[in-house]
């Protein structure tokens, strides 16, 4: 595959239900990072993963947000009872590993909207 | 703790025009830093980088010196094109992983 890529492109859904997004990272790549942006701001940090664990999942706001990566390739993201301060766009990055120099490639994200 | 502020937009320039738009960044330990570009209707791209104190990183025309002393990273670019128009992200990377974003500062260059 040429790039990230994350399904859908846009969900809007209702507040209380469960939704997963999904990021399918550029192939090879070892480490894969989950970012929400809100509206004016700047990506905010939620998880990463190198390989199939969590390395750091500090930036998840709460238990109702909750990640996997069960072949070290595909991540979901999983959001259970949304909320309608849970929307915004959910990016997906990238990279070879998590090494100091290694850049991060993101996907186009997933427009989130909780109604 | 880890944060980056960074110069508040709209910015609007002519083409040709000299750019800087600011960034300072608070961390702890030795953090990398980085510039991100978002153009129209696409996904995030990085547009240069430093990892270490005095570094320069450079793209497209583009230049950043990541200043210890100042704690600072700002973007600059002698001649701006119409082309450069994007959201620009200034961003740090702690010796945790863990990577924190400015707002992002818009920039409009008119012919």
């Known amino acids: 595959g040429a790039g990230v890529s994350q399904t859908p492109s846009n969900k809007v859904t209702e507040k209380g239900k469960y939704v997963e997004l999904r990021c399918d990272p550029i192939?090879?790549?070892?480490?894969l990072y989950w970012y929400r942006q809100s509206l004016g701001q700047g990506p905010e940090f939620l998880i990463y993963?190198?390989?199939?664990?969590?390395?750091?999942d500090s930036g998840l706001p709460n238990d109702r947000f909750f990640a996997v990566r069960p072949e070290g390739s595909v991540s979901t993201l999983k959001i259970q009872r949304t909320e309608r301060g849970d929307s915004a766009v959910y990016l997906c990055?990238?990279?070879?590993?998590?090494?100091?120099?290694?850049?991060?490639?993101f996907g186009p994200g997933t427009r989130l909207t909780v109604l | 703790g880890n944060s980056v502020t960074q110069m508040e937009g709209p910015v609007t320039l002519s083409e040709e025009a000299f750019l800087t738009i600011n960034c300072t960044y608070t961390?702890?330990?030795?953090?990398?830093l980085f510039w991100y570009v978002q153009y129209p209707g696409e996904g995030l791209q990085l547009l240069l980088k430093?990892?270490?104190?005095?570094d320069k990183g450079s793209n497209k025309g583009f230049e950043a010196t990541y200043r210890k002393e100042t704690t600072s990273f700002h973007l600059e670019k002698g001649s701006v094109q119409v082309s450069d128009s994007a959201v620009y992200f200034c961003?740090?990377?702690?010796?945790?992983?863990?990577?924190?974003f400015g707002t992002g500062t818009s920039l409009t260059v008119i012919p």
């Open positions: 990055a990238s990279s070879f590993s998590s090494g100091a120099t290694d850049t991060q490639y």
């Open positions: 961390a702890t330990g030795y953090p990398s």
């Open positions: 430093a990892t270490k104190a005095d």
């Open positions: 993963f190198q390989g199939t664990g969590a390395a750091d």
């Open positions: 961003a740090l990377r702690n010796t945790g992983n863990q990577f924190y």
């Open positions: 192939s090879g790549h070892t480490a």
